[in-house]
């Protein structure tokens, strides 16, 4: 079939389980996690490719597609629903040479090399779909373009002692890399990897079949197509990046990145007119407070119904906080209802959940004296807790209680 030629595809990799997040992920994948009141973590490297002009995107799915898939549908939301390119949920299937299931980041692109060739495209970027942040990825395009680089990844200066726990570029004065190390005992640069990527498609193409090809070669970026293409003097360029970002890998990642936007010194505007994050809402009325609720410092998403006390908190659309209830340093996600009396404290409560009367979930760090079992509870999607029921602070709730 022909195919208008594009000349940079979009490769968002979104096939991870996000085991860290346990409860949250577990009958979803991690991309489509909610966030922020009123949006999930994909739409944010999507709403990124749009307003960078990339309008032909794959998304690649693995463990728990369907919320996912039923979620970018067509890619109205994100203006993708396109004769020529648009949105494309690339699930790993068996072809003739048997393969199916994706095996790292590297095979997963691997198995869509024909998908992008499609396209006939000179670059391929390459996004992780769980990270939370604003960026104009055509800016780093014409970087690639004008250093006339085989690879450009995009980095961020990164506290020195949380340097370990990222693949760090070690780069010259001119951002010509010169190192790479996956997550570095002792770091030699603070310049952590984004995930993500701009290849000159062709020479990507070459080394990922010679990956594929080598039976004892890890599947991944990291693991080998970064390391093989220094080893091998290809000219890699580090794209410094000064913005929000946030890696949401754990409980508490996802919990202050919540909490960030409640920070009005946090440089993350979901407001700005010029650079919109897109998602897929469902239409409802506007919330509702009731007269004698309270409501401070708060994100209040459309169709809530609060009567009783929500404080610091961010609440996604359809979530009921019945008389009495109290809501604090929590996150809500969509359609959950709080029964009257109940108090939700340093929580994360899952969509569709019914919190019974006078449960208590979490507890403030301060009530607790000691500090390594405080952390933050989470209760899984559509779970039903018991009235007079008690979670402890740091409890992961996966079924009824």
């Not at 004892?216 to 693991?223: M, Y």
Request: aromatic letters at 10%.
């Amino acid at each position: 079939m022909y195919h208008v030629k594009k000349e940079c595809v979009a490769m968002i990799l979104a096939g991870g389980q996000g085991s860290r997040l346990y409860a949250l992920t577990q009958d979803m994948a991690k991309p489509a996690v909610p966030y922020g009141g009123k949006y999930r973590l994909i739409d944010f490297p999507l709403s990124n490719c749009v307003n960078s002009g990339f309008d032909t995107v794959g998304i690649l799915t693995q463990y728990q597609p369907l919320v996912l898939n039923e979620y970018i549908g067509n890619g109205h939301p994100w203006g993708l629903d396109r004769v020529h390119g648009g949105v494309h949920v690339l699930a790993p299937y068996e072809s003739a040479s048997g393969k199916s299931w994706y095996t790292g980041t590297a095979n997963a692109i691997y198995q869509n090399i024909s998908f992008i060739d499609r396209y006939n495209p000179d670059f391929v970027a390459i996004l992780a779909g769980d990270h939370i942040y604003k960026m104009d990825y055509s800016k780093m395009l014409q970087a690639h373009k004008q250093n006339k680089a085989d690879a450009t990844i995009a980095v961020l200066e990164v506290p020195w002692h949380e340097a370990s726990r990222f693949g760090i570029m070690t780069a010259d004065e001119n951002g010509v890399i010169t190192e790479f190390a996956e997550k570095p005992k002792e770091p030699k640069s603070n310049l952590a990897s984004m995930g993500v990527y701009i290849y000159s498609w062709q020479t990507l193409k070459r080394y990922l079949i010679a990956n594929e090809n080598d039976k004892d070669a890890k599947k991944d970026f990291g693991g080998n197509i970064i390391p093989d293409m220094l080893k091998d003097g290809c000219k890699m360029i580090a794209y410094h990046f000064n913005g929000y970002w946030k890696d949401v890998g754990t409980i508490d990642s996802l919990w202050e990145a919540n909490m960030d936007l409640l920070n009005p010194n946090i440089p993350l505007d979901l407001h700005d007119h010029n650079w919109r994050v897109y998602a897929r809402n469902p239409v409802m009325p506007p919330h509702y407070a009731g007269e004698n609720s309270f409501i401070e410092n708060s994100m209040i998403a459309e169709g809530c119904n609060i009567e009783g006390r929500v404080d610091f908190s961010v609440l996604f659309a359809g979530v009921t906080i019945e008389k009495g209830a109290t809501v604090r340093d929590s996150i809500i996600m969509p359609n959950t209802v709080i029964k009257s009396n109940a108090v939700i404290e340093y929580a994360l409560v899952g969509e569709g959940c019914v919190i019974g009367e006078n449960v208590r979930v979490g507890e403030r760090p301060e009530a607790i004296e000691d500090k390594e079992s405080w952390g933050v509870a989470v209760i899984g999607h559509g779970i039903d807790i018991a009235p007079n029921e008690v979670i402890k602070p740091k409890a992961m709730i996966s079924e009824n209680k």
